[in-house]
């Protein structure tokens, strides 16, 4: 897509430190990275939403992540790693190019999510919106 910065490092238009390519993604070093090491991993074809990725490509993306981060834990001598999606503006995606976010992550690292925890009312309420989500479930 015209004007998308992944799309145009996908193209090579744009530099990058690659980390890993195939037919279908292309992993590179962030460049404001939470921790060093953080690598994101782009679809090739243009996506806003992961909602319009395929099967096979959201599989190969967390497939390649996942073993990325792997590779993190044993280069970096991280404790863990995050894989992180976010699906929208309000949910924090800042590029519209749907992308996963690969987080090398240590004890003290100083990293906090800072998610919240709330509670349903009643389990009656928890099943109202299990009944919602069912109803426009489509896979």
Known sequence: MEGCIFCRIVAGELPCRK???????????????????????VPKEHHTSSASISEELGGR?????????????????MDAFNLHLADGTCAGQVVMHAH???????????FHWNWRQKKYTNDDEREQVALKILEKLKI
Do not use: T
């Open 19 to 41: 980390i890993y390519e195939d037919e279908l993604v292309l992993a590179f070093m962030d460049i404001a990275p939470i921790n060093p090491g953080h690598i994101l991993v």
């Open 61 to 77: 993306m967390f497939h390649v992540g996942s073993r990325l981060g792997v590779a993190c834990k044993r280069a970096l001598d």
């Open 100 to 110: 996963l976010h690969v987080i090398p992550r240590g004890s003290e690292d100083g």
